[in-house]
């Protein structure tokens, strides 16, 4: 346990920030004229401690389990659906593996704890920590072991893998309500701010959805701290991408994070350990309502706002081609100088 949460320095680096905002600023363009790209390829270059920074071998990792409190018409769909897709995601048909293959991502899925027994392949890791969270609104989603046993597997998982870039993904029917949960425990936000309509609750369930949420936070309102909160109102595969940001943050591989699930696991991440959010990238802004609060709690500036509500990583994975862009703009973008090409007039 003592070892479980690692110690995540900040990456601050004056000099080469100022090495990076030098070279950004002198290549061939009005001063700030790339934007966002320019934000990206600063934090891209601290993050992998480089001025000439290069992606290797990415990471998309889609994390999967199954929640006891769908039984509670949380979600518009069945728990069977988790599994369902996961065999999707394997055969290469679900959103998340095409747009894996048209950005050559190596796609891994990860049972954390889907209430199903999968036969072993390639691209599949076993990693159950049971068939299930229990029903958070009758005792904790898990024990606090389970939790930490959660956060240790996601963390050597990504210890294993190669690369220096980690793509967040996740299925797992019911887990827009543990992501709404956590936000409004860790935020102190009220939790109808937090609720959305996941994968297309109309009016009335949405409402349902709400109360029973409420009265989910009112029993495990001891569940402060943010372990103790993710153990109660969190799932594996939240528990497990915890793990795998932390070991990311500490092996500084870029983090790019996909929608309101994966920023959920990122919020808890933060709150243990708050200089991982240096290494983070908030690859879009979800049509989930609750998760613009929650980019803002984080006080992230998301890539795209494409209207997707997905998850599965599918907006990481969107968002991919940019991190390269920034990336290849960096280290073959000509200066000034190199190309011969005036300066600014001074005013
Ligand atoms: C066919 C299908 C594919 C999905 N891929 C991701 N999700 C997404 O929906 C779920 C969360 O929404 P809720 O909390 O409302 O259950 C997660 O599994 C998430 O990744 C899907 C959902 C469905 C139905
Ligand atoms: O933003 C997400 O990740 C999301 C939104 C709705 C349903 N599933 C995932």
């Known amino acids: 346990m003592q070892n479980l949460i690692p110690q995540i320095p900040s990456l601050q680096d004056l000099t080469l920030t100022a090495a990076l905002q030098r ?30 920074p290069v992606l290797r071998e990415p990471q998309l990792m889609v994390f999967a389990g199954d929640h006891g409190l769908a039984r509670r018409g949380v979600s518009a769909y069945p728990s069977d659906v988790t599994w369902q897709m996961v065999e999707n995601f394997l055969a290469g048909g679900a959103a998340v593996s095409v747009l894996a293959r048209q950005h050559g991502l190596s796609l891994t899925v990860v049972d954390a704890g889907v209430a199903h027994d999968f036969a072993p392949r390639p691209g599949l890791v076993i990693a159950k920590v049971a068939a299930g969270t229990a029903d958070s609104s009758e005792q904790p989603a898990m024990t606090a072991d389970q939790c930490a046993t959660a956060i240790a597997a996601g963390k050597s998982l990504l210890a294993q893998r190669p690369g220096n870039a980690l793509l967040l993904g996740e299925m797992g029917i019911g887990n827009t309500s543990s992501a709404a949960l956590l936000l409004a425990r860790l935020q102190n936000f009220p939790i109808e701010r937090c609720t959305g309509r996941g994968t297309g609750l109309d009016d009335a369930a949405l409402q349902r959805k709400i109360e029973t949420l409420g009265a989910v936070l009112q029993r495990h309102a001891e569940a402060t701290e943010p372990l103790q909160a993710l153990a109660a109102l969190g799932g594996f595969e939240i528990a497990m991408m915890v793990g795998a940001v932390l070991q990311a943050a500490l092996e500084r591989r870029v983090i790019v994070v996909d929608g309101f699930i994966a920023s959920a696991a990122v919020l808890v991440a933060a709150r243990l350990q708050p200089a991982v959010l240096e290494r983070c990238v908030f690859a879009h802004r979800s049509m989930e309502s609750g998760h613009r609060l929650m980019l803002e709690a984080l006080g992230a500036e998301p890539l795209l706002d494409l209207g997707m509500r997905l998850g599965e990583g599918s907006g990481a994975a969107m968002a991919w081609p940019l991190l390269e862009s920034a990336c290849l703009v960096l280290r073959e973008m000509a200066s000034f100088e190199s190309a011969g090409v005036s300066q600014q007039d001074q005013a």
Do not use: A, F, N, V
Not at 25 to 47: H, N
């Open 23 to 52: 070279s950004i600023d002198g290549k061939t363009k009005p001063l700030g004229s790339l934007g966002q790209l320019e934000s990206l390829m600063l934090r891209i270059g601290l993050i992998l401690g480089s001025e000439t």
